[in-house]
């Protein structure tokens, strides 16, 4: 029954748009025969590599500040006595499981030209004239950063919270200082979480395409906006099925680096 | 002084997570038409909010689909975690590994290839598509919740109620449930919490007939600020807590 | 353990075959016959009528509104029918209107190629789009006996090269794209032409149509082209052209343009000539300029796809809507001349001598309506037009 489904909802739809991305298309029929290449020779074409480099340095820049802020919040987090940690980790929650459509949105609101960020600038006469943030890549990374931090945060929680306490005792019982402790046993012991939180927030940051949509400016164009583009703008389905097929080899490369690194236990923080 | 730090960055990371959305709150009370300056106090877009039908109608077809897909992801979910919890059969691991593998594969790549299936079917995009989706979805996060949670489970009671003379659906109906349902329930929320938010799918599998709260929230911050939705996404903040603080509250419960 | 996988499976092969109840009854597929498959489903249904009953229960609220005569399902452009005519037609018909809004044309036309029957009654193509999907056989021929009101359409929108003698589409309302600049940043009479959007002084700060042929005019006016030029070599040059200007773009967006000009997330670009009037009333600073090297004039068509679900419904719909008064009502809502001569006499003084909105004789002339320019010339619009935001 389950491999029935599985197949009708996990395999098919894949196997579909991989053989749909060999495939042609004319005015009247979506996908239709001859077989080609052509699809991914298009994809190769400098134009749609500027895309990719822009969503790899996009998506990125919001992993690598994701890192940088919710590592440090995740630690202290992890380090906190009961019932105060279950408290902050049930609020750390709760936004995760609010829609992020909605908290898209709420980022719009705060950067308008007329909103409240620069209300607050403006009367603290730092700047005189309103900041244009909304529609440009730093919109597009703030929100993509305010969306995706949770998804960083639980996994390096979970796998800080595991951490064996008597190795950070073993390290300053033989001498090494709060750093070296920090960086050559702390560091490498939680590195399934960073790599878990890297992977759940770089992929969705190329795709979420409501995002540059709303908030982005005209060079805000991502690899999930192309791939919409292609299905519903264009109508070019061979081309996006391609594209989307890139995108899942790229998953799986980095699912594979992550599988490498990683045992079996500590796969249960992906969840 | 590095007392305080550690206390500090925390508060500032939690309003970084709730100071857009109180904003958000704040200005659906702002009685003003387009533009977010503040002049004054206002119920109006809520009474607007209560009036408009064409929102009911898509909120409600929202939690219908989100019921719908919470209850039979979850049943589905449920034979499978067992199955691949009791049995060993061939693929299993293969079954394990594609499991994680959709969980983990972009949106986009999932909603576009069930659009080109539902195509090539003729299945005509609406409720039924959005629905099949929806399962398709919240299955992998529902299996893996319940099969980390049957790990913690002792085998022997299965060997001992086995050895009593108890068939498959018995051991399912009597032990596996009622031993795992805070685990069923969570997820059968999670379930129902992932449907009502998800965009990128329903996006591409959804028809006119059956208009969904999120594409019709997309749809109107794609128009440009309205005081409407400012109230709509309140609301919605408000039911989304609630449900996240009973499913925890169950669980910790539980626990 | 056997059972309940059984009988799960059963329930699901239950909703499936309730799905393909569904697509029968509803879209009456005559292709989809019964099949060996269809026949297993139903004797396991069959087997297990009380599983069938209260799947039909649960889908009970989809059925009865789903399977109802008395509804249209409407898709338009954002903002063009007035939520209060809506209502007024649904109350005085009983016919509900499931109201959808698309943001471009390009938008319209892929949701409706996605589908043989996308389920859909009226639609509203811009006029180039009314020949494109004219010529692919997406639209229904309109019996225009049935249609009360097309004697007192302005004939200057009629009988045009898009849709001859007006076979597939009615003209609604019509409009103007000129330029916006917000007199707080850029002074009156500081922008005059489309010529000036290369300057240096504009960097990031354009916000243009969201549509190729309005953007692509632009380009065509300033150098001195028509912009119906179907010319590839005119049109390659004009894609070039446009590569020089991508620096200065913020963002292409045609459905929120009122409230981005008004809330200033941009200062200056092109607008339609309703959106700066709405804009106006909230924010004064907004100007509306009728560019000296020309500018376009646009007519919204409303259209009936092929095989819409509710034919008469539909020209029920049109009827109603095209009414002096309701399409009067629009104007005064959204700022966009009615394409019904008689609506005159149910707008205010204020609407009806408004210069942007009624430009007189005299400044019409130096406009040019969109026309028609054939499907080669449009799929290049398009390629070039595709390419540009790739590459922005």
């Known amino acids: 029954m389950i491999t029935i489904w599985l197949t009708l909802f996990g395999l098919l739809p894949f196997v579909l748009i991989t053989v749909a991305s060999f495939l042609s298309h004319d005015s009247r029929h979506l996908i239709t025969l001859p077989f080609t290449f052509n699809n991914y020779l298009e994809i190769l074409n400098p134009i749609y590599f500027k895309i990719f480099e822009k969503s790899f340095y996009l998506a990125g820049a919001c992993t690598l500040l994701c890192l940088l802020l919710g590592y440090p919040f995740a630690y202290i987090l992890a380090r906190t006595r009961e019932p105060y940690k279950s408290l902050l980790m049930l609020l750390t929650i709760v936004p995760f499981w609010t829609s992020s459509l909605i908290r ?17 600038l403006m009367a603290l006469g730092i700047i005189d004239h309103p900041l244009q943030l909304l529609f440009s890549n730093t919109a597009v990374l703030l929100a993509l950063v305010y969306n995706l931090l949770p998804f960083m945060i639980l996994p390096l929680f979970s796998s800080i919270e595991r951490l064996d306490n008597r190795l950070i005792e073993a390290a300053r019982d033989l001498g090494a200082n709060k750093t070296t402790t920090f960086l050559k046993v702390i560091i490498p012991l939680s590195l399934p979480g960073i790599l878990a939180g890297s992977i759940l927030v770089f992929l969705p940051a190329m795709t979420l395409f409501y995002i540059p949509d709303l908030l982005g400016g005209s060079k805000s164009m991502l690899l999930g906006n192309l791939i919409q583009n292609q299905f519903l703008l264009t109508v070019n389905w061979p081309l996006g099925s391609a594209t989307s097929i890139l995108l899942t080899v790229m998953m799986l490369i980095l699912l594979g680096i992550y599988w490498h690194f990683s045992k079996a236990k500590d796969r249960q923080s992906l969840l | 002084m590095k007392r305080l730090l550690a206390p500090t960055y925390v508060t500032f990371i939690y309003c970084f997570f709730y100071l857009p959305i109180l904003i958000l709150v704040f200005y659906s009370f702002n009685d003003a038409h387009y533009s977010l300056i503040w002049r004054g106090f206002t119920t109006a877009w809520y009474q607007l909010l209560i009036t408009d039908q064409d929102l009911w109608l898509s909120a409600i077809h929202s939690v219908f689909l989100g019921f719908c897909a919470a209850t039979f992801a979850t049943s589905i979910g449920a034979v499978t975690a067992s199955s691949l919890f009791r049995y060993r059969f061939y693929g299993r691991k293969i079954l394990h590994t594609s499991i994680f593998v959709l969980l983990l594969s972009p949106d986009i790549v999932l909603g576009t290839a069930l659009l080109i299936m539902y195509t090539l079917a003729n299945l005509p995009l609406g409720f039924f598509a959005l629905l099949l989706s929806h399962i398709a979805f919240c299955l992998p996060f529902v299996v893996l ?54 965009v990128v799918i329903s996006y591409f599998v959804s028809g006119p007939e059956f208009e969904i709260l999120p594409l019709k929230i997309y749809s109107l911050a794609k128009l440009g600020v309205k005081p409407e939705i400012n109230a709509l996404c309140s609301v919605m903040f408000v039911v989304t807590l609630i449900i996240v603080m009973t499913s925890q509250f169950i669980l910790r419960k539980k626990n | 353990m056997k059972k309940f996988l059984y009988s799960v499976g059963l329930l699901y092969s239950v909703i499936l075959s309730a799905a393909k109840d569904l697509v029968i009854t509803l879209r009456s597929f005559a292709a989809l016959r019964m099949t060996r498959t269809e026949k297993f489903v139903a004797t396991l249904r069959s087997s297990a009528l009380r599983m069938t009953t209260s799947t039909f229960l649960l889908c009970l609220p989809l059925w009865a509104f789903a399977s109802s005569d008395k509804i249209v399902n409407v898709y338009l452009f954002s903002g063009e029918v007035p939520d209060s005519v809506v209502r007024e037609f649904e109350a005085k018909t009983g016919i509900k209107v499931n109201y959808t809004a698309y943001d471009s044309n390009e938008t319209m036309y892929a949701k409706l190629k996605a589908k043989k029957n996308p389920g859909y009654d009226v ?19 309109i019996d225009k006996s049935k249609l009360k009101h097309f004697g007192e359409l302005d004939p200057r929108l009629l009988d045009k090269a898009y849709d001859p003698k007006n076979d597939y589409s009615i003209p609604y309302l019509w409009g103007i794209t000129g330029i916006f600049a917000n007199s707080a940043y850029y002074p009156k009479g500081s922008i005059t032409s489309w010529a000036q959007f290369w300057d240096k002084r504009f960097t990031n700060q354009l916000l243009l149509a969201n549509d190729p042929r309005e953007f692509f005019s632009i380009t065509l006016l300033t150098l001195g082209y028509s912009i119906n030029d179907t010319n590839p070599k005119h049109i390659k040059e004009a894609y070039e052209k446009m590569q020089q200007l991508l620096p200065n773009i913020k963002i292409f967006n045609s459905a929120a343009a009122t409230s981005i000009i008004i809330d200033e997330d941009a200062y200056v670009g092109m607008a339609w000539n309703g959106d700066v009037y709405k804009a106006n009333k909230e924010n004064p600073n907004v100007q509306f300029i009728f560019p000296e090297d020309g500018f376009i004039i646009w007519v919204d068509n409303l259209a009936i796809p092929k095989n819409a679900p509710h034919l008469e419904n539909a020209y029920a719909f049109l009827n109603f809507v095209m009414q002096a008064k309701n399409t009067a009502q629009a104007t005064i809502n959204y700022g966009y001349a009615s394409a019904n001569l008689k609506a005159k006499e149910f707008l205010p003084k204020s609407i009806k001598n408004n210069p942007i909105i009624y430009p007189s004789e005299k400044v019409l002339a130096q406009g040019e309506f969109q026309k028609d320019i054939g499907q080669d010339a449009l799929k290049l619009y398009e390629k070039y037009w595709e390419l540009l935001k790739i590459s922005a």
């Open chain 1, 104 to 120: 898209s949105y709420a980022i719009m609101a705060l950067i308008k030209a007329k909103g409240i960020l620069n209300g607050i």
């Open chain 2, 145 to 198: 919740t319940l099969f980390s949670r049957m790990k913690s489970l002792d085998k022997n009671i299965f060997e001992a109620a086995r050895d009593l003379g108890a068939t498959d659906t018995t051991i399912f109906f009597k032990i596996i449930i009622p031993l795992l349902w805070p685990a069923i329930l969570s997820s059968w929320l999670l379930s129902f919490t992932l449907s009502l938010d998800d």
């Open chain 3, 123 to 141: 639609i509203q193509p811009s006029s180039y789009f009314i020949d494109k999907m004219r010529q692919e056989d997406m639209l229904q021929k």
